[in-house]
């Protein structure tokens, strides 16, 4: 496996790239929505960067898949919060529409949804740029949590009783783009 680097900057074809995570789907921070992509290439020019290729040529020499942990802004986080964006994963809701004058989509909120709420459709409202809000009054986290678990293929969990003072916060932090 051969990466060019100009002035230090390792990069990769962007077909390659392509190629290399294509079983990654489930790795938010491999996704090219979070890449440095231009002319062609994917470029790699932060620490996280760098990190993010090494594990994906040892993913491709080893065949160990990367793990579902992270590092974002000095924190160990779970890959699936990585740069969580509602809109970018607005397939996965129902009966969405939008936007109206004021940029706000509209759609069935998931969580009530998972709970057998919000029948009408109209509970969710989400933007472009990540601002979310379920009129019933969903807590946010819950609402990444259901995203996370289906990004994850597995059960959301909405049971906060374990969760000491410092998770709740730290989960706020990182849910902040
Ligand atoms: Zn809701």
Redesign the pocket.
Known sequence: MRTNSISGTPKMPLSLYLSMVENLRSLKRFALVNQQVKDGFVFFNDVAGIKRLQELLNYHNTGEKPSEMTIKGNKLVNDSKYDLNIFQNKDMLMSVRGPDGRGWYKSR?????Y?G??TEHD??GFTEEGPFH?????APR??IEWFKAMLNDREPNFDRSKDTPEDIKEFFKEEQV
């Open positions: 909120c998931p969580v009530c949804e709970k709420g919000d509970h969710f379920c009129l019933a009054g969903c819950d609402v």
